[in-house]
């Protein structure tokens, strides 16, 4: 289906053709016309299927063509999980927006908050914010939404995995109003917290699911080597990043210190590289990521941090150095390329430490990677066996407790009675005999015993 078949604006048709884009994706024509008739939308797709755009266009579509609600409200907020992913989208947005009077900001962990209260109380229209710093400024008073219009909520299933439940309800309990409309995009529906949280934001809401969130892109083809140890593991990456045809490649490995080691020792086979991690700052992160966008060096050395919201079209090869251990984070991470119809490779470099991760990953994909060979590097290591389930004895049927026969509590023997002792006056006394019982009680006493 054709943007220009949608209906949009003139604003946001001029924007599309700056972009060079003519034809919607599936996930686009689905959404759009969903969300441009004002219904609550849940949506899923697999990544890099085009979801900002699905979400955006209807947002500006509104904007342009209805009256605010509120003058000082924002208009559209997007939630997203990560630092990156927020300015992957806000970058966009503004795009988007470029020549339009509606002004848009940035509302992220890890920057200045006074500078952030000093842009809300400039009044956007548009804000992309994570939930947890949007939260703070609630609760701190420096942004209402009694006039938001659109709440618009990018990998809800990433968020409630950091953490952001709670958020993500204080966000929605500031914006409660009948009028306001919500999209919701998942990469998955079938997952509990995710239809929890959505039944509590969207009120009736149209559906929308492309294939599954696990579905692979069919313009990435993959490769798996298997690798005997640490060295052996950088002898393949080496071989591989210097013989392939690359524009620019992303290397996942799983510690913040690997990051740099291997950025290091990447730079030595005489390719240009970076490092990202946690470790540094987020105007450093910040830093990094731009430069590898504007195509300034060839390899980012990652951990995943990049491997959600990183949307550039020349990364040719993904690079799993350390495979993850959650399973939807390979779809994520080998989607950073394939992108924008443009065709992928991502390569993955299985250990003995890997063996487990990997076997999860096809399990999760639900199919059986072929494993490739590089001459003169082929690995001993072909896999692990399956551990034998461990035999559990056969519990022994528990002794049958003999169920205590209830004796008649024995009756105390009558006492005798007490006499005088007669002896001391030079007689024996005459004893008495003990009373006797009744024939009716001692019969009693028999067959209570």
Not at 20 to 44: N, Y
Request: proline share 4%.
């Amino acid at each position: 289906m054709l943007f220009k078949e949608f209906g949009f604006d003139n604003r946001i048709m001029k924007s599309i053709a700056h972009m060079g884009f003519e034809e919607a994706t599936e996930i686009q024509a689905r959404a759009m016309p969903e969300a441009m008739v004002g219904r609550d939308l849940l949506a899923s797709s697999k990544t890099g299927s085009g979801k900002t755009l699905a979400y955006l266009l209807p947002a500006l579509h509104r904007v342009y063509k209805t009256r605010a609600l509120s003058k000082r409200d924002p208009r559209v907020v997007v939630l997203v999980p990560t630092r990156e992913l927020a300015k992957q989208v806000y970058s966009q947005l503004r795009l988007l927006l470029a020549g339009t009077s509606f002004s848009s900001i940035l509302i992220q962990g890890g920057e200045n908050f006074n500078d952030q209260h000093k842009s809300l109380q400039k009044d956007p229209h548009f804000v992309v914010a994570t939930p947890g710093r949007l939260a703070d400024h609630i609760k701190h008073r420096h942004v209402f939404l009694e006039g938001l219009e659109l709440l618009i909520l990018d990998e809800a299933d990433r968020m409630l995995d950091l953490g952001f439940a709670d958020a993500m309800r204080a966000i929605n309990a500031a914006a409660n109003h009948r009028l306001r409309q919500t999209l919701f995009f998942s990469a998955t529906l079938d997952n509990t917290d995710v239809n929890t949280i959505a039944a509590e934001l969207l009120k009736e809401p149209s559906r929308v699911a492309i294939g599954q969130g696990y579905d692979e892109h069919k313009d990435i083809e993959q490769h798996v080597y298997l690798c005997d140890h640490l060295d052996h593991k950088q002898d393949m990456l080496k071989h591989l990043l210097t013989t392939q045809t690359i524009k620019q490649a992303i290397v996942f490995t799983a510690t913040k210190s690997d990051t740099v080691r291997l950025a290091e020792m990447i730079e030595g086979w005489g390719l240009t590289t970076r490092a990202l991690n946690g470790n540094l700052s987020q105007s450093a992160r910040n830093k990094v990521m731009e430069s590898f966008s504007k195509g300034k060096f060839s390899v980012l050395v990652s951990t995943d941090l990049a491997s959600r919201g990183l949307d550039i079209a020349s990364v040719s090869h993904v690079f799993n150095f350390d495979l993850p251990k959650q399973a939807e984070e390979f779809v994520h991470r080998t989607g950073r390329t394939g992108r924008a119809g443009f065709k992928g490779d991502a390569y993955s470099l299985v250990g003995p430490k890997d063996w487990l991760n990997f076997k999860a990953i096809e399990r999760f994909l639900q199919r059986q990677f072929n494993v490739d060979v590089i001459e003169g590097l082929e690995a001993k290591f072909k896999g692990l066996k399956p551990e034998k389930p461990i035999k559990k004895e056969a519990k022994k049927a528990p002794a049958k407790k003999l169920k205590a026969v209830k004796k008649a509590p024995r009756k105390a023997a009558p006492t005798k009675g007490k006499f005088h002792d007669n002896t001391q006056d030079g007689f024996e006394a005459f004893k008495l005999p003990p009373k006797r019982f009744s024939t009716q009680q001692t019969t009693s006493d028999d067959e209570e015993s």
